[in-house]
């Protein structure tokens, strides 16, 4: 049973009633961040039910010594976490000396929070009881700011409404706090100064071994009835912790008022000796815009954005909600403006997988950022490899590579590989072929190819020595072929031959070769700076397309299909469809030994390989393909929903396709894998989008031009989007009777709709 309790809202998601047992959920789907700090939303005051606190700061992390039972040659010595940082957004609360918390409290009624996505904002309301009677109304607002990404606001309103009360506020900063998934229970921080001065606090911590200096920092203001107190608080401080005290008699329906401003200053931004004073000068100036000025700023920066990513459904609340969730987390975790950042799985909404770069960045997430950014922010992805480039042949060196062979690793935070489960790390070496296929995937997008020469180039030289090192010549099979691998379905291992990697190894060998060549007609000066760097021959360049023209794919003539490793049929080949419903999600009821013997795919895996590469199959042979193995899904992998949906829209199952696109959508909403208290799917938010606009809209490049199919569910009405193409806004409108096309200012382009030539020109409406 999928959860339901988040309110059909085009713009919001609302929850309504207090329940414990969804505290946890709720603190992930109703996180926020602004693309350099994030968190959970925790609540502001003492809880003393089940929580799970997590504040992140981008690119702040701790190498975790890695924990496993048997050590092997190459394992990586750690493995990265975002570290969850010193909280600034706690406020303790005491009411006739009664703490408020809403696990103790007698009743608690007309609980509602909503997080806006439109204005970009989190708010909480409730009444409540307290054990010595006292009733209460709270009212809660809070955001990070886009305009000023170091700091965060806080409204925290408490009227008492059956008698007059002593209120007391308790701002505080707390660096005592510990990562849920620490390996060894290590100390993540070292605490180096807390200080006081005037109104304003500071903590002062840097993290062990990979030394982020850090200064977290609040200060209050309070109010009653709107009115601003000029009361000097009682300060405090321990070794980890510092606060400020405010006491007040508030009279019955009086309203008392605290705005307390905090956040992060860190050492990549700032000199390390002065953090403190980055602090003051960040804390000083959205004092002096104050709450309501900064969240005005706040709805102003959202709404550019929204102007650009907005996707619009009309007539289909729930498949509306869906994705606009899914792109303001986008928007939230990630925003382009800092190269050496880069997307986490989990964003700022929690710690699995360490929040580091997966191979998801390259594989959904850049088509996002392309087509509702500015071509430079993806470029900026692209640019995050190409300076890892040393670490990945380092990574390949360990494993015995040689020669320049360049090894991206599954997980990062520096370039080293720092994911340390056997069958990912040493297995799932398809990530390498997704940071090629970026780089053409950006060409083909942006036209853009100065990349490629200034530095794309190298990292595809690295990438194709790898796989030509890593294929083994069958003498059997007379072919090339790749053994002991996981494919993208990781719910098989060290199999062998897996189609999508295999296929993608044979084109990254080819797409270096063709770029090798037009460098050396085009661009001759990169090209002997690069030969000379690299120190690739003929006789390399000749052994690679060797490789590339005799690689072997498993193939099976009873059903017409590639196999998705050479042992696929060997399995007892039960469809999903005949499994006990009881035993789903297989990765939470099955021994890790029974879910590798089963034919169950966690993710399109064969299927990847035909959306990556789909100009080289006809239609035929993917509907062939799709109707093999979507039988065998379970889809436990948050990226695998959105790829079947484009795939069941290309072969017109438009039904098919809706249903994924809902998953997809509301993968966390709706609780699909009963696992969002862990933190939200970031990455796959992006497939989310990608299903609607390469999916139903059919987007694609063909002839080096934007090219759309367009499709609409019999649910929806119209949906709308934006592309940014080659700095060209087209607008695409998509009805049940017809599409609209315009173009913004004063530009002109000729796009294919249906494989026909179209020409869209400013402010013109074009219907297909």
Not at 270 to 277: D, R, S, T
Not at 456 to 478: C, P, Y
């Amino acid at each position: 049973m999928n959860q339901d309790y988040i309110q059909p809202n085009e713009w919001s998601i609302i929850e309504e009633g207090f329940d414990p047992k969804r505290v946890k959920s709720s603190e992930s789907l109703f996180s926020i961040g602004n693309g350099a700090m994030g968190q959970r939303a925790n609540f502001e005051e003492n809880y003393s039910g089940e929580t799970f606190q997590g504040s992140y700061i981008a690119g702040v992390y701790y190498p975790d010594k890695t924990r496993v039972g048997w050590w092997k040659n190459g394992y990586p010595e750690y493995f990265a976490k975002v570290l969850n940082a010193p909280n600034w957004i706690g406020i303790n609360i005491k009411i006739n000396d009664e703490t408020l918390d809403l696990n103790t409290c007698k009743e608690v009624s007309k609980f509602k929070r909503e997080l806006n996505m439109k204005e970009g904002w989190l708010a909480r309301s409730f009444e409540a009881i307290l054990q010595n009677n006292v009733k209460i109304n709270v009212e809660i607002k809070r955001f990070l700011s886009l305009e000023l990404d170091e700091i965060g606001a806080i409204s925290y309103n408490i009227t008492p409404i059956n008698s007059d009360a002593t209120i007391i506020y308790t701002p505080y900063l707390d660096a005592s706090i510990t990562n849920v998934d620490s390996n060894w229970a290590d100390q993540f921080w070292d605490v180096l100064e807390v200080s006081q001065q005037n109104q304003q606090s500071f903590i002062v911590a840097k993290t062990m071994k990979t030394h982020f200096h850090t200064c977290t920092f609040m200060q209050s203001t309070i109010f009653i009835d709107g009115k601003e107190l000029l009361v000097d608080a009682i300060n405090q401080k321990e070794e980890k912790l510092v606060s400020s005290t405010f006491q007040s008699e508030i009279k019955k329906n009086q309203t008392f008022s605290i705005h307390k401003f905090g956040g992060y200053v860190v050492d990549r931004n700032h000199p390390k000796n002065a953090l403190i004073e980055a602090a003051k000068e960040i804390l000083n100036k959205a004092v002096s815009f104050g709450f309501e000025n900064l969240l005005e700023m706040q709805k102003q920066s959202w709404a550019k954005i929204w102007e650009m990513a907005d996707i619009s459904i009309v007539g289909d609340v729930k498949a509306q909600q869906g994705i606009r969730f899914n792109i303001f987390q986008l928007n939230q975790t990630y925003l382009g403006t800092d190269a050496s950042l880069n997307i986490g799985p989990k964003g700022f909404t929690g710690e699995k997988y360490g929040g580091s770069t997966y191979w998801d960045t390259e594989a959904y997430c850049i088509p996002f950022y392309m087509a509702t950014k500015d071509q430079s922010v993806a470029r900026k992805l692209l640019e995050y490899r190409y300076n890892h480039l040393e670490k990945a042949i380092e990574n390949a060196q360990k494993l015995g590579f040689k020669n320049g062979a360049a090894l991206y690793p599954m997980v990062t935070m520096n370039g080293e590989e720092c994911h340390n489960e056997w069958e990912i790390t040493f297995e799932e070496i398809h990530r390498n072929g997704a940071i090629a296929f970026a780089i053409y995937n950006y060409h083909r997008f942006t036209n853009d190819y100065s990349y490629i020469p200034e530095k794309g180039m190298e990292v595809l030289i690295g990438i194709a020595r790898f796989w030509h090192q890593r294929a083994t010549f069958s003498s059997d099979k007379n072919k090339f072929v790749i053994l002991g691998v996981t494919g993208p379905n990781e719910y098989e291992n060290n199999v062998n031959n897996n189609f999508y990697t295999n296929y993608i190894a044979k084109w990254c060998i080819n797409y270096a070769l063709e770029n090798i060549a037009i460098l050396k007609l085009d661009y001759s000066t990169d090209y002997k700076r690069i030969k000379e760097k690299t120190t690739f021959s003929e006789e390399e360049l000749a052994a690679w397309k060797n490789v590339a023209d005799n690689m072997y794919f498993p193939f099976s003539e009873k059903h017409q299909v590639f196999l998705q490793q050479d042992g696929f049929l060997d399995k007892e080949l039960i469809t999903v469809a005949d499994l006990d419903k009881t035993q789903r999600p297989i990765n939470q009821k099955w021994s890790w030994d029974r879910i590798l013997r089963s034919p169950y795919i966690k993710q399109a895996d064969t299927l990847q390989g035909f959306y990556f590469f789909e100009d080289d199959f006809s239609t035929e042979e993917l509907a062939r393909h799709f109707d093999f193995y979507e039988p065998f899904t379970v889809h436990e992998s948050s990226l695998s929903p959105c790829v079947h949906s484009i795939q069941a829209s290309k072969i017109n199952r438009i039904e098919q396709a809706y249903t994924f696109y809902l998953r997809t959508s509301r993968l966390d909403l709706d609780d699909y894998n009963h696992e969002v208290e862990e933190g939200l799917h970031i990455t796959s938010m992006a497939g989310t989008w990608m299903s609607i606009v390469e999916g139903f809209g059919g987007m694609r490049i063909k002839n080096n031009m934007l090219s759309f199919e367009p499709k609409i569910p019999k649910q929806w009405n119209s949906y709308s989007f934006k592309v940014n193409f080659r700095n060209t806004v087209v607008k695409i409108n998509v009805q049940q009777n017809g599409t609209h096309f315009t173009v913004d200012g004063n530009e002109e382009l000729t796009i294919l709709v249906n494989d026909k030539p179209i020409k869209v020109v400013s402010n013109n409406l074009v219907t297909v």
